[in-house]
Protein backbone atom coordinates (compact mmCIF):
# COMPACT_ATOMS: atom_id res chain seq x y z
CA UNK A 1 0.00 0.00 0.00
CA UNK A 2 1.58 1.28 2.52
CA UNK A 3 6.74 0.37 -1.38
CA UNK A 4 3.73 -0.40 -0.76
CA UNK A 5 3.09 1.15 -5.63
CA UNK A 6 6.20 1.19 -7.15
CA UNK A 7 4.37 -3.88 -4.35
CA UNK A 8 0.33 -10.92 -14.92
CA UNK A 9 -2.64 -14.38 -23.45
CA UNK A 10 -6.25 -14.46 -22.01
CA UNK A 11 -7.27 -17.23 -19.83
CA UNK A 12 -9.39 -20.19 -21.83
CA UNK A 13 -12.72 -19.16 -22.52
CA UNK A 14 -15.88 -20.44 -20.56
CA UNK A 15 -16.48 -22.77 -23.46
CA UNK A 16 -13.24 -23.61 -24.08
CA UNK A 17 -12.77 -24.25 -19.85
CA UNK A 18 -16.12 -26.43 -19.73
CA UNK A 19 -14.82 -28.75 -22.37
CA UNK A 20 -11.74 -29.27 -20.26
CA UNK A 21 -14.01 -30.15 -17.05
CA UNK A 22 -16.23 -32.19 -18.95
CA UNK A 23 -13.63 -34.22 -19.79
CA UNK A 24 -12.03 -34.16 -16.68
CA UNK A 25 -15.31 -35.57 -15.34
CA UNK A 26 -15.74 -38.21 -18.46
CA UNK A 27 -11.94 -39.40 -17.80
CA UNK A 28 -12.33 -39.98 -14.03
CA UNK A 29 -15.64 -41.92 -14.70
CA UNK A 30 -13.86 -44.30 -16.58
CA UNK A 31 -10.92 -44.99 -14.18
CA UNK A 32 -11.90 -47.97 -11.19
CA UNK A 33 -12.65 -47.20 -7.86
CA UNK A 34 -9.43 -48.66 -6.44
CA UNK A 35 -7.17 -46.12 -9.17
CA UNK A 36 -9.47 -42.82 -8.41
CA UNK A 37 -8.23 -41.81 -5.16
CA UNK A 38 -4.46 -41.71 -6.81
CA UNK A 39 -5.64 -40.19 -9.92
CA UNK A 40 -7.22 -37.60 -7.25
CA UNK A 41 -3.78 -37.33 -5.83
CA UNK A 42 -2.14 -37.32 -8.80
CA UNK A 43 -4.27 -34.36 -10.31
CA UNK A 44 -3.83 -32.27 -6.91
CA UNK A 45 -0.48 -32.33 -7.13
CA UNK A 46 -0.04 -31.43 -10.86
CA UNK A 47 -2.46 -28.06 -10.18
CA UNK A 48 -0.43 -27.54 -7.20
CA UNK A 49 2.99 -27.72 -8.87
CA UNK A 50 1.66 -25.29 -11.69
CA UNK A 51 0.39 -22.87 -8.91
CA UNK A 52 3.94 -22.55 -7.27
CA UNK A 53 5.20 -22.25 -10.85
CA UNK A 54 2.71 -18.93 -11.20
CA UNK A 55 3.72 -17.42 -8.26
CA UNK A 56 7.26 -18.16 -8.84
CA UNK A 57 6.91 -16.23 -12.11
CA UNK A 58 4.43 -13.85 -10.63
CA UNK A 59 7.21 -12.38 -8.36
CA UNK A 60 9.54 -12.33 -11.29
CA UNK A 61 6.62 -9.96 -12.69
CA UNK A 62 6.68 -12.12 -16.37
CA UNK A 63 3.17 -11.87 -16.30
CA UNK A 64 2.29 -14.15 -19.31
CA UNK A 65 4.21 -17.20 -17.69
CA UNK A 66 2.36 -16.94 -14.66
CA UNK A 67 -1.27 -16.81 -16.42
CA UNK A 68 -0.29 -20.09 -18.65
CA UNK A 69 0.65 -21.50 -15.09
CA UNK A 70 -2.67 -20.22 -13.06
CA UNK A 71 -4.55 -21.49 -16.54
CA UNK A 72 -3.30 -24.37 -16.76
CA UNK A 73 -3.87 -25.35 -12.89
CA UNK A 74 -7.36 -24.24 -13.76
CA UNK A 75 -8.07 -27.15 -16.13
CA UNK A 76 -7.59 -29.18 -13.36
CA UNK A 77 -10.02 -27.83 -10.75
CA UNK A 78 -12.08 -25.20 -12.34
CA UNK A 79 -12.65 -23.69 -8.48
CA UNK A 80 -9.14 -24.21 -7.32
CA UNK A 81 -8.35 -20.97 -4.60
CA UNK A 82 -4.97 -20.68 -5.41
CA UNK A 83 -5.50 -20.52 -9.11
CA UNK A 84 -8.42 -18.32 -8.80
CA UNK A 85 -6.08 -15.91 -6.20
CA UNK A 86 -3.31 -15.86 -8.43
CA UNK A 87 -5.44 -15.23 -12.14
CA UNK A 88 -6.98 -12.44 -10.08
CA UNK A 89 -3.67 -11.15 -9.41
CA UNK A 90 -2.37 -11.04 -13.39
CA UNK A 91 -5.51 -9.53 -14.32
CA UNK A 92 -5.21 -6.98 -10.97
CA UNK A 93 -1.74 -5.84 -12.81
CA UNK A 94 -3.15 -5.50 -15.96
CA UNK A 95 -5.89 -3.29 -14.69
CA UNK A 96 -8.85 -5.76 -15.78
CA UNK A 97 -10.70 -4.84 -13.11
CA UNK A 98 -14.05 -6.47 -13.41
CA UNK A 99 -12.00 -10.21 -13.92
CA UNK A 100 -9.65 -9.40 -11.13
CA UNK A 101 -12.60 -9.30 -8.95
CA UNK A 102 -14.41 -12.17 -10.13
CA UNK A 103 -11.04 -14.67 -9.87
CA UNK A 104 -10.96 -13.36 -6.32
CA UNK A 105 -14.58 -14.06 -5.30
CA UNK A 106 -13.89 -17.19 -6.61
CA UNK A 107 -11.12 -18.02 -4.51
CA UNK A 108 -13.04 -17.05 -1.70
CA UNK A 109 -15.85 -18.95 -2.17
CA UNK A 110 -13.66 -21.89 -2.96
CA UNK A 111 -12.06 -21.28 0.71
CA UNK A 112 -13.28 -18.71 2.55
CA UNK A 113 -10.58 -18.97 4.88
CA UNK A 114 -7.72 -18.39 2.13
CA UNK A 115 -6.26 -15.57 4.26
CA UNK A 116 -3.74 -14.51 1.50
CA UNK A 117 -6.43 -14.21 -1.16
CA UNK A 118 -8.13 -12.20 1.63
CA UNK A 119 -5.08 -9.79 2.03
CA UNK A 120 -5.07 -9.74 -1.77
CA UNK A 121 -8.39 -8.65 -2.44
CA UNK A 122 -8.36 -6.30 0.45
CA UNK A 123 -5.37 -4.89 -1.41
CA UNK A 124 -7.63 -4.95 -4.59
CA UNK A 125 -10.32 -3.27 -2.78
CA UNK A 126 -8.11 -0.28 -1.11
CA UNK A 127 -6.48 0.32 -5.05
CA UNK A 128 -11.17 0.75 -5.84
CA UNK A 129 -10.61 2.86 -3.23
CA UNK A 130 -13.62 0.61 -1.53
CA UNK A 131 -12.14 1.77 1.63
CA UNK A 132 -14.59 -0.05 3.96
CA UNK A 133 -15.29 -2.91 2.06
CA UNK A 134 -11.21 -3.40 1.83
CA UNK A 135 -11.30 -3.10 5.97
CA UNK A 136 -13.98 -5.92 5.99
CA UNK A 137 -11.49 -8.27 4.03
CA UNK A 138 -8.03 -7.08 5.36
CA UNK A 139 -9.80 -7.78 9.04
CA UNK A 140 -11.00 -11.08 8.43
CA UNK A 141 -7.38 -12.02 7.00
CA UNK A 142 -5.71 -10.35 10.22
CA UNK A 143 -8.15 -12.05 12.58
CA UNK A 144 -6.46 -15.41 11.64
CA UNK A 145 -3.32 -15.82 13.85
CA UNK A 146 -2.23 -18.73 11.83
CA UNK A 147 -1.41 -16.52 8.30
CA UNK A 148 1.71 -16.15 8.11
CA UNK A 149 1.64 -12.36 6.26
CA UNK A 150 -0.87 -11.30 9.80
CA UNK A 151 1.68 -8.82 9.89
CA UNK A 152 1.12 -7.41 6.88
CA UNK A 153 -2.78 -7.57 6.45
CA UNK A 154 -3.05 -5.45 9.87
CA UNK A 155 -0.32 -2.49 8.36
CA UNK A 156 -2.46 -2.62 5.25
CA UNK A 157 -5.71 -2.51 7.26
CA UNK A 158 -4.66 0.44 9.58
CA UNK A 159 -3.55 2.35 6.03
CA UNK A 160 -7.23 1.36 4.93
CA UNK A 161 -8.53 2.81 8.62
CA UNK A 162 -6.04 6.30 8.17
CA UNK A 163 -8.34 6.35 4.82
CA UNK A 164 -11.20 6.29 6.57
CA UNK A 165 -9.82 8.89 9.24
CA UNK A 166 -9.94 5.96 11.77
CA UNK A 167 -6.93 7.24 13.19
CA UNK A 168 -7.51 5.43 16.63
CA UNK A 169 -8.19 2.28 15.25
CA UNK A 170 -5.03 2.76 13.14
CA UNK A 171 -3.16 3.18 15.31
CA UNK A 172 -3.87 0.36 16.91
CA UNK A 173 -3.37 -2.03 13.99
CA UNK A 174 -0.04 -0.28 13.15
CA UNK A 175 1.38 -0.99 16.26
CA UNK A 176 0.03 -4.44 16.50
CA UNK A 177 1.49 -5.11 12.65
CA UNK A 178 4.99 -3.83 13.85
CA UNK A 179 4.86 -6.23 17.42
CA UNK A 180 4.54 -8.99 15.12
CA UNK A 181 6.85 -8.48 12.10
CA UNK A 182 9.10 -5.17 13.10
CA UNK A 183 10.32 -4.54 10.10
CA UNK A 184 7.84 -3.04 8.45
CA UNK A 185 8.97 0.43 7.18
CA UNK A 186 5.26 1.35 5.27
CA UNK A 187 3.94 0.96 9.59
CA UNK A 188 6.53 2.93 10.30
CA UNK A 189 6.73 6.29 8.46
CA UNK A 190 2.45 5.80 8.85
CA UNK A 191 2.82 5.85 13.08
CA UNK A 192 5.74 8.60 12.49
CA UNK A 193 3.15 10.91 10.23
CA UNK A 194 0.49 10.05 12.86
CA UNK A 195 2.37 10.83 16.34
CA UNK A 196 4.20 14.15 14.22
CA UNK A 197 0.13 15.66 13.37
CA UNK A 198 -0.60 14.74 17.13
CA UNK A 199 2.56 16.73 18.40
CA UNK A 200 4.22 13.72 20.14
CA UNK A 201 7.51 14.24 18.28
CA UNK A 202 9.63 12.20 20.31
CA UNK A 203 7.35 9.03 19.13
CA UNK A 204 7.34 10.39 15.39
CA UNK A 205 11.34 10.67 15.75
CA UNK A 206 11.46 6.93 16.94
CA UNK A 207 9.30 5.63 14.14
CA UNK A 208 10.44 7.68 11.51
CA UNK A 209 14.52 6.41 12.63
CA UNK A 210 13.10 3.22 12.57
CA UNK A 211 11.98 3.81 8.71
CA UNK A 212 14.91 5.05 7.07
CA UNK A 213 16.93 2.14 8.27
CA UNK A 214 14.66 -0.09 6.72
CA UNK A 215 14.72 1.42 3.01
CA UNK A 216 17.29 2.50 0.68
CA UNK A 217 16.07 5.97 -0.17
CA UNK A 218 13.21 7.95 0.99
CA UNK A 219 9.97 9.30 -0.53
CA UNK A 220 9.52 13.10 -1.21
CA UNK A 221 6.92 12.23 1.74
CA UNK A 222 9.19 10.80 4.38
CA UNK A 223 12.05 13.76 3.60
CA UNK A 224 9.82 16.07 4.24
CA UNK A 225 8.55 14.75 7.32
CA UNK A 226 12.33 14.83 8.53
CA UNK A 227 12.65 18.20 7.67
CA UNK A 228 9.95 18.99 9.97
CA UNK A 229 11.05 16.53 12.55
CA UNK A 230 14.70 18.33 12.62
CA UNK A 231 13.23 21.83 12.50
CA UNK A 232 11.31 21.18 16.02
CA UNK A 233 14.38 18.93 17.22
CA UNK A 234 16.90 22.02 16.29
CA UNK A 235 19.43 19.68 14.43
CA UNK A 236 19.90 21.88 11.54
CA UNK A 237 22.72 19.65 9.42
CA UNK A 238 19.91 16.70 9.41
CA UNK A 239 17.28 19.19 8.07
CA UNK A 240 19.97 20.96 5.53
CA UNK A 241 20.77 17.41 4.40
CA UNK A 242 17.26 16.05 3.82
CA UNK A 243 16.13 19.50 2.41
CA UNK A 244 19.07 19.14 0.03
CA UNK A 245 18.29 15.01 -1.11
CA UNK A 246 14.34 16.71 -1.46
CA UNK A 247 15.24 19.28 -4.04
CA UNK A 248 17.74 17.00 -6.04
CA UNK A 249 15.74 13.52 -5.74
CA UNK A 250 11.92 15.07 -6.05
CA UNK A 251 12.13 18.93 -7.39
CA UNK A 252 8.71 17.88 -8.82
CA UNK A 253 7.01 17.09 -5.56
CA UNK A 254 4.40 18.45 -3.72
CA UNK A 255 6.39 17.79 -0.67
CA UNK A 256 9.26 20.16 -2.44
CA UNK A 257 6.60 22.67 -3.18
CA UNK A 258 5.48 23.09 0.50
CA UNK A 259 9.22 22.55 1.70
CA UNK A 260 9.72 25.97 -0.44
CA UNK A 261 6.89 27.52 1.17
CA UNK A 262 7.75 26.45 4.25
CA UNK A 263 10.64 28.49 3.45
CA UNK A 264 9.17 31.75 3.25
CA UNK A 265 6.65 31.98 6.57
Not at 29 to 49: F, G, H, I, R, S
Amino acid sequence: MRNQSGLLSELLSKATRAVLVGTLLLTAACVTTTNAPEQNADLKKAEQTHISAGEGYLRRGDKDSARRHFSKALTYDVNSAGANNGIALVYQLEQEWSLAEEHFRRALRADPKFAQARNNYGLFLYSQQRYPEAIEQLRIAAEDVEYPNRHAALANMGITQLKMGQTDEAVRSLKQAVSIHYRLPAAHIELAEIYYTRREYALSRFHYGQYIKMVSRQSSRSLWLGIRLERVFGDKDKEASYSLALKNLYPYSEEYLQYKQSLKK
